[in-house]
């Protein structure tokens, strides 16, 4: 099972997985929570289509802002989930989530907006289970600006902080 370590417990987590979607026996009442790095989400799209059709609820649970255009041009329902998880993967199977009150944030609505019954319900599941999640019709604009934001986190890792990099930063974002 997966390691998951927090401030407060470290244990075992015995979570069903497959190696590919082909493995998955599907259920009239599916939802799949897309979790992919945005290179890998086109071809896990087809793949999951040609499993369960076009209309399982698909919800986008990743950085970037491109990956539910590529799931709406295949599913008829796609959901939009800011990621906010003060976690890292410390090796295969360990997981160590930093965070002391929730395990992270994850907003959701439909996409390219709204609500409906699924964003409530995905909510109340996973705020069972301690994240902060709640229904937003406008999710699409943390995610956009979550992206801004990680920009600057990339010119840190490849320059100092200085007035050139604010000035750099400044033209990433305009860009």
């Known amino acids: 099972g997966l390691r998951y370590q927090t401030p407060y417990e470290d244990r075992r987590l015995r979570i069903p997985a497959v190696s590919h979607p082909r493995e998955l026996e599907p259920r009239a009442d ?3 929570i897309v979790t992919a790095k945005s290179q890998h989400t086109l071809s896990l799209l087809e793949d999951l289509r040609a499993v369960y059709g076009d209309q399982v609820p698909i919800v986008c649970c990743q950085n970037g802002v491109v990956n539910e255009r590529m ?3 295949r599913f008829a329902n796609v959901y939009a989930m800011l990621v906010v998880l003060p976690a890292q993967l410390i090796e295969p199977g360990r997981v160590q989530c930093h965070a002391k009150l929730k395990s992270g944030i994850l907003d959701v609505g439909t996409y390219p ?3 409906d019954m699924q964003c409530e ?3 109340e599941r996973l705020s069972a289970v301690n ?3 709640r229904p937003d019709a406008t999710v699409m604009r943390f995610k956009y600006q979550k992206l801004l934001t990680n920009l600057n986190n990339a010119l840190e890792a490849i320059a100092p902080r200085n007035e050139d990099a604010r000035d750099i930063f400044r033209e990433m974002k305009a860009e």
Do not use: C, P
């Open 30 to 32: 599916d939802l799949v």
């Open 71 to 73: 799931a709406q041009r």
């Open 113 to 115: 907006g709204g609500l």
């Open 121 to 123: 319900a995905l909510a």
């Open 131 to 133: 994240f902060s999640i």
